[in-house]
Nanobody, 118 residues
Framework: QVHIVESGGALVQPGESLRLSCATS????????MAWYRQAPGKQLNLLTTITTTGRTTYADSVKGRFTISRDNAKKTVYLQMDNLKPEDKAVYYC????????????WGPGTQVTVSS
């Protein structure tokens, strides 16, 4: 059974930092491209960052230079370090695991809320 669970969401003030975690089980994590998305109230789901099995990363312009994705294959966990948070970063943050082999499978967590407010 596959489990994808995000944690670490909180209420923080502008300029502060937060680290999100995404713990997985039931998937071959070391073969998965992992990603973080977010969805702000009333807006569409947006891709923020990805990390491949070899550690290659990509970032959306809106978070480049402020957010850092990393993975720990031994712990089957991916992280999102978020620095210099802004009010517009308020959203539900989702973790995604993408597996591409003979077929494509992707899995989602339930999300974790991040609120940035003074």
């Amino acid at each position: 059974q596959v489990h994808i669970v995000e944690s670490g969401g909180a209420l923080v003030q502008p300029g502060e930092s937060l680290r999100l975690s995404c713990a997985t089980s039931g998937i071959p994590f070391e073969w998965a491209t992992m990603a973080w998305y977010r969805q702000a109230p009333g807006k569409q789901l947006n891709l923020l960052t990805t990390i491949t099995t070899t550690g290659r990363t990509t970032y959306a312009d809106s978070v480049k230079g402020r957010f850092t994705i990393s993975r720990d294959n031994a712990k089957k966990t991916v992280y999102l370090q978020m620095d210099n948070l802004k009010p517009e970063d308020k959203a539900v943050y989702y973790c995604n695991a993408l597996l591409q082999g003979g077929s494509v499978s992707d899995y989602w967590g339930p999300g974790t809320q991040v609120t940035v407010s003074s």
